[in-house]
């Protein structure tokens, strides 16, 4: 009978021994939540624009665009004077003296832009083509890019050959 | 009749094992964390465009392309996962078969391009005519390509 007793004592201590212990997860879990608060504030920020390249076709233009409408050229080139470059509408539609000007003429003239009503010459799904010099600085052809794509245009692409 | 067992006192001891195992995954996930940053993004003066109308990137597959910045807005070449490729024409026929991989293997892959915004854009416009021509390769009708740009810590 004494025996038994102290069996059943033993094995009482023993269960009672085992348990999770949460203390060492929970330090785990705020140690990762401090390290993606941080890394969050640390990391910069990055957008994005998107543009898709299609095949080329024979013509020029012909594959970029699955469009009746004959894209607008926005030619960017660099230059000695102010503002270091150049931008041209072809077509007629005259030269920006830059980017800013850009993005205000084109968001003028857009259908349902901020010019007047009769002033609406392109759609917003109107394709435009820029077409940079390989002298130009990336920062000015995705200024430019950015120029048309706050104007309201979605279809905005490069040229790249 | 109440008695008292001295079992004296209280025995304190820090188990090591389980602080080892949480060091060695932290060293594990720093270790994964900045490898997979580095082989992605190399530190370059992104363009910054005021106001931005560029968006925060969609979920999916993408295949970064850096190009390394050179004296006088020239470019030095190409990196993507780690690997560098050439300016030259070799560099670039490698490029165009590393992303022609990458976009069978990741079917709707996007093509991430990061520039330096001093770089001219003669030596960015090959990356895209590459991710073109790649994208033909691999069977897709357009090559989707996103410009990263600095977005201001925003």
Redesign the interface.
């Known amino acids: 009978m004494a025996v038994t007793s102290k069996a059943r004592s033993s094995r009482s201590v023993r269960s009672s021994s085992i348990g999770v212990?949460l203390a060492?997860m929970i330090?785990?879990v705020f140690?990762l939540l401090i390290y993606f608060m941080v890394a969050t504030d640390f990391t910069?920020?990055?957008?994005?624009?998107?543009?898709?390249?299609?095949?080329?076709g024979e013509g020029l233009y012909e594959a970029m665009f699955d469009q009746a409408e004959q894209p607008l050229l926005i030619r960017l080139d660099v230059s000695s004077g102010e503002p270091g470059y150049t931008l041209l509408l072809e077509g007629g539609y005259g030269s920006p003296e830059d980017i800013d000007a850009l993005g205000r003429f084109m968001a003028a003239h857009r259908i349902g832009g901020t010019g007047q009503r009769d002033q609406g010459w392109f759609t917003s799904d109107h394709p435009i083509v820029i077409l940079?010099?390989?002298?130009?600085?990336?920062?000015?052809?995705?200024?430019t890019?950015?120029?048309v794509?706050?104007a309201g245009y979605d279809v905005v692409s490069?040229e790249?050959? | 009749m109440s008695s008292i067992h001295h079992r004296g006192p209280a025995r304190v001891q820090a188990s090591l094992t389980p602080m080892i195992d949480v060091v060695f995954l932290l060293v594990v996930f720093f270790v994964a964390v900045s490898q997979l940053v580095d082989r992605e993004r190399l530190e370059l003066d992104l363009p910054q465009p005021t106001p931005s109308a560029a968006h925060q990137p969609e979920e999916g597959g993408r295949a970064v392309v850096n190009v390394l910045p050179g004296p006088e807005g020239t470019s030095l070449g190409y990196q993507v996962d780690g690997r560098m490729f050439a300016v030259d024409s070799a560099g670039q026929s490698e490029l165009i078969d590393h992303l022609r991989q990458r976009l069978q293997s990741t079917p709707g892959l996007f093509i991430n391009v990061r520039a330096d915004k001093q770089t001219g854009w003669g030596w960015v416009a090959p990356v895209m005519s590459a991710a073109r021509h790649a994208a033909t390769l691999a069977g897709d009708s357009a090559a989707r390509v996103r410009l990263s740009v600095d977005s201001g810590g925003r």
């Open positions: 212990n060492s330090d785990v140690l910069p920020g990055e957008q994005v624009f998107r543009l898709d390249l299609p095949q080329r940079a010099k390989p002298a130009v600085s990336w920062s000015r052809v995705v200024g890019f950015n120029a794509a706050g490069l790249v050959n």
